[in-house]
């Protein structure tokens, strides 16, 4: 299942898409994650799964673009000094080295903006 | 009409709640529970709707829907005691029970809390049937696209609960405004010469105050509420976009009975979504009332019934 958490307003879509047939639960993107957006548990989306599942926090499903936002700005391709004056929205190629999404080895982590 | 008897009926028409959508029940009388079949029931506290579907081994015994209260927790007792008026059953004979919805954590009879994408997509699949793909929630605050398989099972899904746009309770809102039962948006909006371009915003306060200066400018009622319906649509098939559409279509929740935001987004996307009706035909000949409201507690009642089993099974 692809879950996609997060919201759309008038000034864009703000998703984590985590696909959970990939997903093992091991819980490294929690660790890697400095505003702890992410945990590991029971699938919100799915009753029947028995096994654990990464997934966004209830508290952060809506405030997306402004937590994930200091990331996206220092952390994407060449540095904060490349980024600086950016808007808080990565390139799609450059999403790769969000956190979250590079400590994924099984790169079940996908960002939609 | 006296000037006194006017007045009164003017107050009268003040004070109708044009919000207010029928409530309903339903009992299936070819069911004998006591039978000793697994009970299984559902409640779906939502933030603006309260349903409650009872089953038996999986057959739709009862169901009833009603508005929220203030209280998750007296929402769903109400909610229960709909559902389970003159079937002589208690909560007590229900052998698992689940809670979904904005308040599925305030249920006091629920073994277990599931939440509405996993309700929803389950109980869309029982209602439509197999065949469907793509499921359009639109709730009281919420609207959720789920894609499922034949199973019911979610692959897809994405959910938009930020703020009341594009929702039923934004609807209400706006139907209470333009003095217009919102039974009858739907038809109202069709009733335009032409079809208007959308209001520009569709968060339910600036849409209310640019319907205020539309109705200044000599609209007329119907043509804002097309207007506001077309907003809806469009807000809500963004969203759809997002998650991908896959034949055939279904559309759940309140805003699926009124026809001029289903139907305005059936033009959006170029698709027609299901007509409204039990893939079951043991339920179609029976002419069981089809309300796209009891999706997510009729989900919630199948899990509670998978549950049971896999309960009984260890």
New interface residues.
Partial sequence: ????W?????SG?Y?IVIDTDVCDGCGKCVEACPEAVLEVGED?????RDDPVAFVTEEQR?KLKFTCSPCKTYLTAGGKEANAGSTGVAKASDRKNLPCVASCEKEAITH?W | MTAHETARAETQQENRELWRWEESRWTNPDIDWKAGGIISAGIDVGSVSTQCVIMVDGELYAYGSLRSGSGGEDSALRGASRALEGTGMTVDDWHYCVGTGYGRVLVPMAKKAVTEIACHGRGANWMYGPSIRTILDMGGQDCKVLRVDERGKIVNFAMNDKCAAGAGRGMEVFCDFVGVPITEAGERSFQVDEEPRAVSTTCVIFAKSEAASLLREGWDVNSVLAAYSLATAQRVVELMQRVGLEPELGITGGIAKNRGVSERIEKEIGMKFNARTWHNPEYAEKEVPFDTQIAGAAGAALFAKALAEKQKGK
């Fill in positions: 299942m692809l879950a996609n997060g919201y759309q307003d008038g879509g998703f919100p989306a799915d009753p029947l809506k939609s």
